[in-house]
């Protein structure tokens, strides 16, 4: 079946620890996001992809890192540099042409992040 | 700038009784509006989503939302309440942005208890 795929589910890292979340997708969408997800504060965008090797910082970029080599896959590294990085982290995706424009996204399982 | 309040960070009701989760939105342009559902430690589910055309959608679940445009408002609502219901619900809304995509801004969320 089609879909998004994040892994791993659950992740400890020490302090200073640099960390890489997967997102692979085979639904053949242009686009994908990464959105934080924090208690009672809804989805915050960390960056955005709409093409390959080409991505945008979202409203939270500080101290993350993301590349796009491949239409299926978008990683997104957690750095040391991010100053509260314990949270749910989500990826998302949508198609951007071939069908009505809408912006419905499909997301992953969700990958949880805790810093020790 | 577009926005979306859900008030209510915690609504309560009893098994079989009516489903009221409200969203108030603002946008500049005509929106794309969203409900999602997520259950614990997964990730975001499409509920329902109004594109154009009749203000009335119907979504998963029972699920139904009101466009109403002079309120600006996207409330979702169900008849009757189930205890599989019980989850978070985030409103949504999606705007064109320059590079040709589109960006989509959450609510904080309304968590949905159920009781028996």
């Known amino acids: 079946d089609g879909g998004i795929t994040q892994s791993p589910k659950y992740l400890f890292r020490k302090e200073g620890q640099n960390v890489t979340l997967s997102c692979e997708q085979n639904?053949?969408?242009?686009?994908m996001y990464w959105y934080r997800q924090d208690p009672g504060q809804g989805l915050r965008l960390i960056y955005y992809?709409?093409?390959?090797?080409?991505?945008q910082k979202g409203d939270i970029a500080e101290g993350y890192s993301v590349s796009r080599e491949k239409k299926e896959s978008f990683p997104l590294t957690v750095t040391s540099a991010q100053k509260n990085p314990t949270a749910f982290y989500l990826c998302?995706?949508?198609?951007?042409?071939?069908?009505?424009?809408?912006?419905?996204?499909?997301f992953g399982e969700g990958s949880r992040l805790t810093v020790l | 700038a577009q926005s979306v309040t859900q008030l209510g960070s915690h609504v309560s009701v009893s098994e079989g009784a009516l489903v009221l989760l409200r969203c108030n939105y603002s946008?500049?342009?005509?929106?794309?509006l969203f409900w999602y559902v997520q259950y614990p430690n997964q990730g975001l589910q499409l509920l329902l989503k109004?594109?154009?055309?009749?203000?009335l959608v119907k979504g998963i679940n029972g699920f139904e939302a009101e466009f109403k445009k002079s309120e600006t408002s996207f409330h979702l609502t169900k008849p009757s309440a189930h205890m599989s219901d019980a989850a978070e619900y985030f409103c949504?809304?999606?705007?064109?942005?320059?590079?040709?995509?589109?960006?989509?801004?959450f609510g904080a969320g309304t968590r949905l208890f159920v009781k028996a």
């Open positions: 639904l053949n969408h242009d686009a």
């Open positions: 949504a809304v999606s705007h064109s942005i320059i590079t040709g995509g589109f960006k989509t801004i």
């Open positions: 946008s500049s342009v005509p929106p794309y």
């Open positions: 109004y594109t154009t055309g009749a203000t």
């Open positions: 992809s709409q093409i390959v090797n080409d991505f």
């Open positions: 998302a995706s949508t198609a951007l042409a071939g069908q009505p424009f809408t912006g419905e996204l499909f």
